[in-house]
């Protein structure tokens, strides 16, 4: 059996449940798809792109160790996707389709409207889960419920985890390459050089691995303490390596649990902080699954939209700028315009300063992030920015 495995925000070949399940049964071809269009419709800004365009390269030379193909479609919106794909799986003649399960609404839509292309073709789709550690739909309340706040979800997570969460698959034996040539990667994108963000956010699994070890090497014991000082460098910096899928939250959280002595609570007070930071990425995700709302740009909770937003177009563009004249907030914003990335105390601050002292419209927040970050994940930054 021939299966297309369409990566997305999975820009990997350890711990990826499609492309191992594919090659564990048959023969594997990968393809990715640029859909610049859309993206930018979706906030996605110049350094998310080129982040993701130097993973795909990284990521292109992985698939050729495995004598795995890469072809590349480039589509300028979801909707072109179907038709796309099912004429490459007719040029390769493959026999499935497999890929990861996402959670915004429009993907969902997009991957709906292929799963039924591919059927019409009599073709079967495999869909795997690896976006989060525990799927949406395994964490509810007692009356089957979703979870609304984070703490009793984080306390239902953790009575529920399996070991499926804590155990991460090796990446594919090779395979026998099949006769199809690879597809010539660009080395820019919607007029973004893939080279834009390299220097700071070298993109791929490699990158991906030596900051998750050294992190857990010499920073994750002092976690708790050191990531409220935004001066020191006390954080993973993993954000944008998990934003692509450079490497999988399963994969993060099997390094803090050895070196937690084999434990996700007590032991070593960072290391338990740190893995809370990967439960809130499964909640927002969780969120994002079960309240389709809050992909349509309305408040998580909907009394929200009535609060009466000021219209202040020249003090938001002074707080884009990094020019309030509040010195850790410019600091924040000069650190997300010249870098990309901001220390996750400080996105907090710059966000409570938008909504709360200015009483500017947090969608506005939520988009300028979206814009500027490396990281720029939805569930992630709507998540945040809905706190």
Not at 35 to 64: E, I, P
Not at 195 to 208: H, K, M, N, T
Not at 254 to 264: E, F, K, Q, T, V
């Amino acid at each position: 059996m021939r299966t297309l495995v369409w990566f997305r925000n999975d820009l990997r070949v350890e711990d990826h449940p499609a492309l191992y399940e594919a090659m564990a049964h048959g023969e594997a071809v990968a393809v990715f798809c640029l859909c610049n269009a859309q993206w930018r419709d979706h906030d996605v800004g110049d350094n998310r792109l080129a982040f993701m365009l130097d993973s795909l390269h990284a990521l292109a030379g992985d698939l050729d160790a495995l004598g795995v193909p890469l072809r590349l479609i480039t589509a300028p919106r979801f909707d072109d996707l179907p038709k796309r794909l099912v004429d490459l799986a007719d040029e390769l003649e493959v026999d499935a389709l497999a890929f990861h399960e996402e959670y915004p609404l429009n993907e969902r839509v997009r991957d709906s409207k292929v799963t039924r292309a591919f059927e019409d073709t009599n073709r079967a789709v495999h869909v795997h889960h690896s976006g989060t550690l525990m799927p949406p739909g395994s964490v509810l309340t007692n009356d089957g419920d979703p979870y609304t706040v984070f703490t009793p979800f984080k306390k239902r997570w953790l009575s529920t985890v399996g070991p499926d969460a804590l155990a991460p698959l090796p990446r594919p034996k090779p395979q026998r390459r099949p006769d199809i040539d690879n597809a010539d990667l660009p080395e820019q994108t919607d007029g973004v050089p893939r080279d834009r963000v390299a220097g700071r956010w070298p993109g791929g699994f490699e990158e991906a691995q030596r900051r998750l070890n050294a992190f857990i090497e010499d920073r994750i014991a002092r976690y708790d303490d050191d990531r409220d000082f935004p001066a020191l460098d006390g954080t993973s910096t993993l954000s944008p390596y998990l934003s692509a899928g450079a490497i999988s939250a399963r994969q993060c959280l099997a390094a803090a649990h050895d070196a937690n002595d084999g434990r996700l609570r007590g032991g070593n007070a960072g290391i338990e902080t740190w893995i809370d930071e990967l439960i809130w990425r499964d909640f927002y995700r969780h969120v994002i699954a079960q309240f389709p709302h809050v992909s349509r740009g309305e408040a998580f909770r909907r009394e929200m939209d009535r609060v009466p937003w000021r219209h202040a177009p020249e003090e938001l563009e002074a707080w884009k700028a990094g020019r309030t004249g509040y010195p850790l907030v410019d600091a924040a914003m000069r650190q997300l315009a010249d870098t990309g990335w901001m220390h996750n105390r400080l996105r907090m601050v710059t966000a409570m300063f938008l909504t709360k002292h200015l009483l500017i419209d947090w969608r506005e927040g939520e988009r300028h992030f979206m814009h500027e970050l490396v990281d720029g994940d939805f569930a992630a930054n709507n998540g945040g920015w809905q706190w």
